[in-house]
C-alpha cells in the first residue's frame, strides 16, 4: 500500500509552511521594531530597498531555522500537519539531513522554475519524491504522529500574524492599495 502524500497536498503545505513561518518572521521583525525607536519612523517613510532586501533574509533565514527546527524534533512542519502529512527519514532523522533537506526546498521554493521540475519529477516518480527528498532520502506520508488541529492552529496563527503585520506596515513596505472606499474615521478622534 503506497502511503505517500499527494503532491497536492504537498504543495499547499509548502504555501502554507511558507505563509506560516513568515508571519512568525514578520512578528519578530515587529517585536525588534517596537522594542527599537525604529518603529516611530516606520509609520511616516518607505523601507529603503537594501531595508527590504535585509528583511527578506532575515525571513528567509527564519524560514530555514523553523523548518529544520521542526522537521527534526517533530518530523513535520505546520503546514504538513494541517494536512495530516509527516517525513519519513530512510537514513534517520540527523541534523545533516535536515539541513541539506531544508536548503535545497528553499532554493527550490525560492527559485520558482526549479520548484515547478521538482514538484512535476515528484509526482512522476513511483516514490512521491521531490528533490530534496531524494537528496535527504526521505518521504512524506499521509500519516501523522501528533494532532491535527495543532498544526491548523499554528497555521492559523502564524497566517493571522503575517496579515496583521502587512497591514500595520503595508505603507512603509510600499503596498498602497487603492480601493476607493469611502474613509469613515469611525475612530479617529
Keep these: ?43 511616516f517613510s518607505t523601507v529603503s530597498r537594501n531595508e527590504l ?7 528567509i533565514g527564519i ?6 527546527l521542526l522537521t527534526r524534533v517533530f518530523a513535520t512542519t505546520p503546514g504538513k500537519l494541517a494536512l495530516n502529512c509527516d517525513v519519513d527519514f530512510h537514513m534517520g532523522n540527523t541534523i545533516l539531513y535536515n539541513i541539506l533537506r531544508s536548503f535545497v526546498k528553499i532554493v527550490c521554493l525560492f527559485s ?6 521538482s514538484y512535476v519529477a515528484g509526482a512522476s516518480s513511483p516514490d512521491m519524491q521531490t528533490f530534496h ?9 499521509n500519516s501523522t504522529r501528533m494532532p491535527r488541529f495543532i498544526g491548523v ?8 500574524i503575517l496579515i496583521y503585520f502587512v497591514a500595520t506596515y503595508h ?6 492599495p487603492s480601493l ?10
Design 133 to 141: 527528498d531524494r537528496l535527504a532520502k526521505t518521504n512524506v506520508t
Design 1 to 43: 500500500m503506497n502511503n505517500n502524500a499527494s503532491m497536492f497536498n504537498r504543495f499547499v503545505a509548502v504555501i502554507l509552511d511558507l505563509l506560516t513561518f513568515l508571519g512568525f518572521a514578520a512578528g519578530f521583525m515587529m517585536l525588534t521594531l517596537n522594542a527599537s525607536s525604529i518603529d516611530a519612523e516606520l509609520h
Design 153 to 160: 492552529i499554528v497555521v492559523l496563527v502564524g497566517i493571522g
Design 53 to 59: 532586501i535585509r528583511s527578506g533574509a532575515i525571513m
Design 171 to 176: 505603507g512603509s513596505l510600499g503596498i498602497n
Design 63 to 68: 524560514y530555514f531555522l523553523l523548518d529544520i
Design 180 to 189: 476607493n472606499l469611502p474613509n469613515y474615521k469611525i475612530f479617529d478622534l
Design 112 to 117: 520558482v522554475v526549479l520548484a515547478l521540475f
